[in-house]
T-cell receptor
Framework: AQSVSQHNHHVILSEAASLELGCNYSYGGTVNLFWYVQYPGQHLQLLLKYFSGDPLVKGIKGFEAEFIKSKFSFNLRKPSVQWSDTAEYFCAVGGSNYKLTFGKGTLLTVNP | DAGITQSPRYKITETGRQVTLMCHQTWSHSYMFWYRQDLGHGLRLIYYSAAADITDKGEVPDGYVVSRSKTENFPLTLESATRSQTSVYFC????????????FGPGTRLTVL
């Protein structure tokens, strides 16, 4: 069975600080990895995904993530956060069955 | 407009009543999903469907029923609502292509009194 672990429940940063959110997964086959963002009161939107190829994936709004197979990790990074990045971030893993398993989410609060 | 819609957006009901949440997508995606989102639990899969007339249980199916008579619709029914089913429900869809993006609807906030 696939599972996802997000290490940080709530992260508080000041604007311009660097961000790294941890995500580890468990899955025995070929994985697809995703990061979704949920802004307050809104639905989930895709930030980026890893399917194959270059393990460093760039997404929207300056976010990137690195797939490290040996560590079963897919951490999300952004060099300089903005107040508008305040949101909840979900890591998800998908396999050949097209189902996604989500982590419990990390709430990011960016103070101006 | 193209996309995925849910109705109603907000619903208050009483324990024991039957409630149906609607989901409609215009992309003709094969796969559709229902999740519930609860504080501390993230998103948990209730049911999913690979195509019309094909449905399967997810992680938390008890107390829910789904159907998929048409590709574009995937209603979720709570046959006898309980307070523990108070949650935000998200419908999603995706193509049957590995690695494809899963698109989410705007959500339905359900309160069971």
């Amino acid at each position: 069975a696939q599972s996802v672990s997000q290490h940080n429940h709530h992260v508080i940063l000041s604007e311009a600080a660097s961000l790294e959110l941890g995500c580890n997964y468990s899955y025995g086959g070929t994985v697809n990895l995703f990061w979704y963002v949920q802004y307050p009161g809104q639905h989930l939107q895709l930030l980026l995904k890893y399917f194959s190829g270059d393990p460093l994936v760039k997404g929207i709004k300056g976010f990137e993530a690195e797939f490290i197979k040996s560590k079963f990790s897919f951490n999300l990074r952004k060099p300089s956060v903005q107040w508008s990045d305040t949101a909840e971030y979900f890591c998800a893993v998908g396999g050949s069955n097209y189902k996604l398993t989500f982590g419990k989410g990390t709430l990011l609060t960016v103070n101006p | 407009d193209a996309g995925i819609t849910q109705s109603p957006r907000y619903k208050i009901t009483e324990t024991g009543r039957q409630v149906t949440l609607m989901c409609h997508q215009t992309w003709s995606h094969s796969y559709m999903f229902w999740y519930r989102q609860d504080l501390g639990h993230g998103l948990r899969l209730i049911y999913y469907s690979a195509a019309a007339d094909i449905t399967d249980k997810g992680e938390v199916p008890d107390g829910y029923v789904v159907s998929r008579s048409k590709t574009e619709n995937f209603p979720l029914t709570l046959e006898s609502a309980t307070r523990s089913q108070t949650s935000v429900y998200f419908c999603a869809s995706r193509e049957s292509i590995s690695g494809s993006e899963q698109f989410f609807g705007p959500g339905t906030r359900l309160t069971v009194l």
